[in-house]
């Protein structure tokens, strides 16, 4: 299945309202909103007070999350939900050889990417532990927009999704080199989508580049993105993709009709 497609339609006898409502309980809590009352994810979550509170109960009873009577927390429990996902696909468990051989040819950490709506979720990596304030650990989530994952599977996306997709976000400056305007953001995907790769260099920040190639399954269908992120360093733009798009274009064609 394409990573880049949105959930089907369900029909209306299958929905589940209450599981749909619990789980945007959980989706509420982020840096900003680590904390919160009855009031605050009713708010959040366009509940009632009463209703968001039941919710809160519920999962504070099946330990997701946890409470002082006033304000409500996540636990570590939630990650399980992640962990289930890592354990369980597919996908992660085929790449990670083909990682091993990418970070073993290049040096670097590599990663296995796919796109979740806005952001890039890295849900398989190979490689040296260094440099980690330039790297992503398992399960990381950053806006597409500012990396070379990203922006390789938005721009694999059709002209009229894409041009949904881009009139309505709005577009995040992280550091001076972040792409803000969404002309220019267009005209790179569209670069991109004729080479077939992604560079990004100093998008979100001004020690990183990365360098992504796409990740198609036997049919074809994009399936996620392979990539490397490294520090900028001394080598340049061109000497780094001189050096690891050929691994990395490599592993992906060998994973092809594995998926």
């Known amino acids: 299945m394409d990573s880049c497609s949105a959930p089907g339609e369900l029909d ?8 749909e409502r619990g789980v945007s309980i ?6 900003a909103h680590p ?17 968001a509170r039941r919710y809160l109960l519920t999962l504070q009873h099946m330990g997701y ?15 399980r939900l992640g962990q289930s996902y890592l354990e369980s696909a597919r996908l992660p468990r085929v790449a990670q050889p083909f990682l091993q051989r990418v970070a073993a040819g290049t040096h670097e950490t590599a990663y296995l990417a796919v796109l979740d709506d806005d952001e ?14 330039t790297g992503y650990v398992l399960g990381a989530r950053v806006p597409a927009q500012v990396t070379a994952a990203g922006m390789l599977m938005l721009a694999m996306r059709g002209d009229e999704v894409l041009q949904h997709w881009m009139a309505t976000r709005a577009l995040s400056i992280f550091t001076p080199h972040t792409i803000a305007s969404k002309a220019l953001m267009l005209q790179e995907m569209a670069r991109i989508r004729v080479q077939d790769w992604a560079l990004s260099e100093q998008q979100l920040d001004l020690n990183s580049r990365g360098i992504a190639v796409p990740l198609r399954d036997r049919h074809g269908a ?14 340049s733009s061109k000497d ?4 690891v798009l050929p691994v990395l274009r490599e592993a992906a064609q060998a994973m092809r009709n594995l998926i």
Request: proline share 4%; net charge positive; hydrophobic share 45%.
């Open 65 to 79: 999350v946890a409470g002082d009577g006033k304000l409500f927390w996540l636990t570590p429990r939630v990650l």
């Open 12 to 19: 209306k006898r299958d929905w589940i309202a209450g599981l």
């Open 240 to 243: 780094a993709v001189a050096r």
């Open 120 to 133: 890039v979720v890295y849900i398989a990596r190979n490689g040296p532990n260094r440099n980690m304030n």
């Open 35 to 51: 904390r919160m009352t009855a009031a605050e994810a009713g708010q959040r979550t366009g509940m009632t007070r009463t209703a």
């Open 222 to 235: 994009l399936a996620g993105a392979l990539n490397i992120t490294m520090p900028m360093g001394q080598e």
């Open 26 to 31: 959980i989706e509420a809590f982020d840096d």
